[in-house]
């Protein structure tokens, strides 16, 4: 028993778990990211958030390049001829070369220029959002590959304990002290044993394909940090999540006041300069025209635009709220949920520790004749789950700790 207590001891050992996500195996690991930071860098390059959030940031960078530009709309090139050949053939002719330019109404410019502004800033909290939601995956696989390999470690160390068991139980059988059923049984919870740990390690085969494929790298970053209990945090407005929404609100309004600010399509300034023969007998004349059109205000037009915008802003305002009273739920749901599972450590260490010196004693207790070998089993598995509940455990608070930073919107 002495044996099962030092290779389980092992196992806990190669098994332990540290917040940001390393553990050490008994084999050599990959190299993979110093740090946590680095693993969701790299997710984010794989990500497709990560081209589409650039993207948007391009349009809307592009928006504010236009609403600068010293006209409404890009100018407009106007030709015109006129020719009495096919008819009369007097010499008549006429040539009309003009410019049309787009003017911005009063403060129309400046509320374009606002709009694009906010724009551009709501695609950067865009992008912050969506690289927090890649971080949270991120951090759901860190923990993952954390718990399998916690798995395989405890696998591995009930695998060896009851192989140095069922060697000794051959060595009773051969000595006359226990009888061929006893052997065949140890035997037979090795082989148990052996298939567990051969599924451990293909579930932790799994689970770190699944990383690779999320960040292209082989491994996950080395353990910098233990895990702490959570502290009594509450929501910040500096949550990515929030400040996408009040950008988006913000949004909203300055389209509604770029709507206000547009009543009318944007007037025209006209520019013409005009050659023109009336025959033969005459000599040309040029002749410079200004003009301006100006199309008037309808309900017709406006209304749609501006009902369009105030449900917009509405919308906007209505999902702030929505998503602050959420996040803030998340936020005590993991909150709630890592306190529990922290506390859960503390009584399933207590309950190792009983088990271990009810192993030891039981053990002692075998080796003497005065315990069956099934009772003997029996203490072996139930040790050797508690340590894995425990290490389950370990686990699981590690993942409740890292969702519950991911609810306050902290990065890596």
């Keep these: 028993m002495t044996a099962f207590i030092r290779f389980v001891a092992r ?72 020719d009495d050949r ?36 709501a695609a950067q909290g865009a992008r912050d959002a969506a690289r927090l939601h890649v971080a949270g995956r991120v951090r759901e696989a860190v923990w993952d590959v954390v718990l399998q390999r916690a798995e395989v470690a405890l696998a591995q160390a009930q695998t060896e304990s009851l192989d140095a068991l069922a060697a000794d139980v051959d060595r009773r059988v051969a000595a006359g002290d226990l009888a061929r059923a006893d052997a065949l049984a140890a035997r037979a919870e090795l082989v148990t044993s052996a298939a567990a740990r051969a599924l451990a390690q293909t579930r932790l085969q799994v689970s770190l394909t699944r990383w690779q494929t999320l960040t292209g790298m082989a491994d996950i970053p080395a353990g910098t940090a233990s895990i702490e209990a959570p502290s009594a945090v509450t929501l910040s407005d500096e949550h990515p999540v929030l400040r996408l929404a009040d950008r988006q609100v913000e949004l909203a309004r300055k389209r509604l006041d770029a709507v206000n600010a547009s009543r009318r399509s944007p007037p025209e300034l006209l520019a013409r300069i005009r050659t023109e023969v009336s025959s033969r007998a005459e000599s040309t004349q040029n002749s410079i025209g200004i003009g301006l059109r100006v199309p008037l205000a309808t309900d017709d037009r406006n209304a749609p635009l501006m009902a369009a915008a105030s449900a917009e802003l509405d919308v906007a305002v209505a999902t702030a709220q929505r ?12 909150r709630a949920l890592a ?50 509940a425990l290490e389950r455990q370990r686990a699981d608070a590690g993942l409740a700790r890292a969702r519950l930073e991911h609810a306050l919107g902290h990065q890596p």
Excluded at 27 to 53: C, H, I, M, N, Y
Excluded at 323 to 333: E, G, M, Y
Excluded at 344 to 362: G, K, P, S, Y
């Design 11 to 82: 196992g806990v050992i190669a098994g332990t778990l540290c917040l940001g996500g390393g553990v050490r195996a008994q084999t050599p690991a990959p190299t993979g990211p110093d740090s946590l930071a680095q693993a969701v860098e790299a997710a984010w390059q794989r990500a497709a958030e990560s081209v589409e959030t650039q993207g948007q940031v391009h349009r809307a960078r592009a928006d504010v390049v236009t609403a600068s530009a010293p006209w409404a709309a890009p100018p407009a090139i106007e030709l015109a001829h006129r």
């Design 323 to 334: 998503l602050r009273r959420q996040l803030q739920a998340d936020v005590d749901t993991s």
């Design 339 to 388: 306190q529990a599972a922290f506390r859960q450590i503390t009584d399933q260490q207590e309950r190792v520790r009983l088990l271990r010196e009810r192993a030891t004693l039981l053990d002692r207790s075998f080796r003497a004749g005065e315990t069956s070998l099934p009772d003997m089993l029996r203490v072996l598995s139930a040790a050797a789950q508690a340590d894995a």
């Design 86 to 121: 096919p008819l009369t053939d007097a010499g008549a002719r006429e040539t009309d070369v003009g410019i049309a330019v787009p003017l911005w109404l009063p403060g129309q410019r400046t509320a374009r220029l606002a709009s694009a502004r906010a724009g551009d800033e």
